[in-house]
């Protein structure tokens, strides 16, 4: 019964694809009967069709791997499972050949039609849309891979200080910011995560602050979590690391803060006053409150730049984000290039 409920995955795979290298394609339903969807996927078309025109670029080949997560309920004639999609997306811009990646996760209803099965019901979670939560209520996740299994959970770990990193903050000399090996760093773990670190629900923040760390920007260990920017991890049930590691809206108030020493950046007004290993983050209500945090690892081919993200795990996206579904026309941006030297 497995690999019959699993072909109307596979078409459904096959429409997604399609969405993506041509918007404008007109969908048929196929096996897919959830008429939100289409109305949904319909918009959607239409704005990635403009988007892409607006950027100049053209798709060339979609490519998405799925696996089944976990099956939640299965029931004579009805199936609910989870799945995690990881598309790759190819696209031609100024005689240049990208490749941005992406992994998410859906889960869909499938109930039997006759000999065949159909989805009736997809549920997209928006994890980028959320933020993390304050002093006390953050809980660990459980650390998945690309694929969902359950990797090892990371062992308490001291501060991330180190006599190299320490001479930077004790003021006996400056340290540079390695750009690239930060975006090499974002490179290597945009998948699964450091297993060094606790990976959160909303795990983007976290993310971009190991790459800034990778790149040689300075802890500032304070001890309090209001305060500094610093990692300790776990001791036993308690949350060692400051709000500014881990939450979009305090790593922003962090790097816009005054100080002469330490990580530091220049809050600038376009993205192509970005360079790598520098910060963008993302206010999808437009209200003030920061929720997303991506670092540059590339550029295209008209020098805009390219991001790494986790949460939704991307590689190589496009910065504006507006093929997430945590996108609105309200949408805010602060981009942050990071000091040269800490």
Known sequence: MEQVWKKSLYAYVDLLN??????AYAQGQGSVKDMRFHKMQGERSRRLAQW??????????????????????QNPGEIIAD??????????KGGITHREDKIETERLTFVQAGAGWEIINIERSVPERSSQRGAGEAEPALRLSKWGEVLPAPQPSQPLLNRR???GTAGSREVRYRREEAAAYADRWWKDGNPEFEVFDVDCTNYVSQCLFAGGAPINYTG????????????????????????SDSLGRYLGGQRSSGLRAEAVERPDQLSLGDVILYDWDGNGHYQHSTVVTAF??????????RTVSSRHRYWDYRDSYAWTDRTAYRFFHINDYL
């Open 300 to 309: 295209d081919a008209d020098g805009m730049p390219l991001v790494n993200a």
């Open 52 to 73: 892409y025109e607006g950027r100049s670029i053209t798709p060339l080949r979609g490519e998405t791997g799925v696996r089944t997560l976990r099956t939640v309920r």
């Open 224 to 247: 309090k979590r209001e305060t500094g920017w610093w990692y300790k991890g776990y001791n036993g049930a308690q949350e060692w690391w400051s709000f500014s590691w881990a939450v």
């Open 165 to 167: 990193i320490l001479r």
């Open 18 to 23: 399609k969405g993506r290298v041509a918007p």
């Open 83 to 92: 799945v995690a999609l990881h598309s790759a997306l190819y696209y031609e």
